[in-house]
């Protein structure tokens, strides 16, 4: 289980992400909700341990975690999808491309020999493995992401940084179901979000929601002044892979 109480990181001139509660475990999809980008992908990279928080208590699997000496561990356990300005595709790269970049980034002893286009194939995305990535329909996205994510066995906690920026819920929740849901292979799995779909009736929680003065900060209805990269660039930012 993942557990984080009061969990927040300090930016350069504000709160980048004010205190903020939730839990999640094996066999669950939590979706978080938040109207600001960069308090999105904050929690995406505090949450797999890739960005160091200024304050709050972190649980994983019943371990305290303070920042300090298991944060390697926590980052080999999960993995952050799509993050927007840190670890999104890059438009120029065809999807054949993507998956062979990704999977040398997956340790050998994993993925053996396995090269892109055997994964293509095996994962059933030859049809549009010549596509440029902004070419891809939602759908295709989220599930092309999400299995290059999973191509290390080890990955448990699986964050995805904001899917309804490409589409529709139809687009992206089921297949955030079926991670979460999955009997062989039941994981963790996050969503941080614009807006919970109304059709949603599992766990929510809200960036923030463990702020003092009636749960709220005010630095939420303040529009984000500068993008994901220049206020994540100031803070400890972990490898994002």
Known sequence: ?????????NGRRDVL?????LQVRRGELLLVSASRQDQRTALALALTGRLKPSGGHFEWDGAEWDGGARIRTLRQASA????????????????RDLV?????????????????????????????????????PPARRIGLLTALALANPHTDLLVV???????????????????????GRPLA????VIRVPD?????????????PA?????????????????????LDLEDAQ
């Open 1 to 9: 289980m993942l557990r984080v109480h009061q969990l927040s990181v």
């Open 17 to 21: 992400l004010p205190a903020t509660s």
């Open 80 to 95: 952050v999808v799509d993050s927007p300005g840190v670890n999104e595709p890059e438009q120029h790269l065809s999807v």
């Open 100 to 136: 062979t970049e990704d999977l040398a980034l997956v340790p050998r002893r994993y993925r053996g020999s396995l090269l892109s286009k055997p994964w293509l194939k095996v994962n059933r995305f030859e049809d549009v493995a010549g596509l440029w990535t902004e070419q891809l």
């Open 161 to 183: 940084d904001s899917p309804d920026r490409h589409g529709d819920p139809e687009d992206w929740l089921p297949r955030l179901e079926e991670l979460a849901y999955d009997a």
């Open 189 to 192: 799995v996050v969503a941080t």
């Open 199 to 211: 059709r949603w009736t599992g766990p929510v929680a809200a960036i923030g929601n463990a702020c």
């Open 214 to 234: 009636a749960g709220r900060d005010p630095s939420l209805d303040v529009p984000a002044t500068s993008g994901t990269l220049g206020m994540v660039g100031a």
